[in-house]
């Protein structure tokens, strides 16, 4: 009997519409188009502006994307997990929420946070359940409203995040396609170079708190970028040789867009073409927890069955990993 793997048979995505540009960038903080543009690859990205909706409305949407565009009935799922950094609130799950708000009424659901590599550690956890064969339909989504936790009057962290959600359905299969191999990695020497200071138990939210704006993200950004090349870089070659993949063999990289250089380095240690190398920073920024599926949605109509991915991701924490998963559907 051939071995059960976890295949991803259905993608969904949404962005709000509210568009940020960099333009209007140069009217609220001391920075250029320029600037953004050659730092960072970034040229818009999207907010949601509405204050009564949180990150569940975005994952609500791409879940409902991803049902309407496979016919899933919801009932049929089992497993809910999202991926975020900035949930609805601290408790009270949001995947629950959005589990009971697509009618997944049969579904257990519940948050992962792992920074930007937050959806790689869901698909992992997903994976995990199906090819044990507890279950047979896990809804995985990455979904963050960063706008909730940026200062836009910080020019070095507003220019980079925006908000969105991706969601992927992973299933049985039985041909050998979907996840092949995984190398996850996590290092707290990140706790300082990027973080929320405040909200948490360490450090309670307080008006000190608020005064001093520790409820918002900081990045020591030129430390981060460091270690993002060095170590995405690294596993995403070590996953390769681990497969005896050529970059010949590799079809699409799948990376975390957090810069353009960050991604462009880490495709030249794999000796990927750019036509391989998948990017849509420019009009998302930087959305953590949902940068990856929201390229697989956009991306989706391109890959065909049998190819093979390697997703790539490094956030805070420092949590970072690579995953070689072969497509399993032509659209
Ligand atoms: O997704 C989670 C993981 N996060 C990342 O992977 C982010 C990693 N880091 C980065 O992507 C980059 O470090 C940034 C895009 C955040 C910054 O780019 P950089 O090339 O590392 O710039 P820098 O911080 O070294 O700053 C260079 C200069 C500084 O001026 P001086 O000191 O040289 O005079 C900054 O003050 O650019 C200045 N600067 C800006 N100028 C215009 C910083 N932010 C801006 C800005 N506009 N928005």
Redesign the pocket.
Known sequence: MNRITAAITAVGAYVPEEVLTNKQLEKM????DE??TS??GIKERRILKDPDKGTSYLGIQAAQNLIEKSNLDPKEIDLVILASVTPDMPVAATAVHVATSIGAVNAFAYDLQA??SGFLYAMSTGSAYIEAGRYKKVLVIGADKMSSIIDYTD??TC??FGDGAGAVLMEPNDEGLGLQDEILRSDSIGRKS?NIAAGGSLLPPSEETVAKKLHYVR?D??T??KF?VSNMAGVSEQIMQRNHLTNEDVNWLIA?Q??KR?VGATASRMGLEDEKVLMNIQRYG?T?SATLPLLLSDFEKQFKKGDNLIFAS???GFTWGATYLKWAYNS
């Open positions: 903080v001391e920075t250029n600037w953004i730092r960072t920074a930007c020019r070095t220019i980079i990027l990045q950004g030129k981060v970028f993002a975390h957090a810069n960050i930087n953590t490094f956030g805070g």
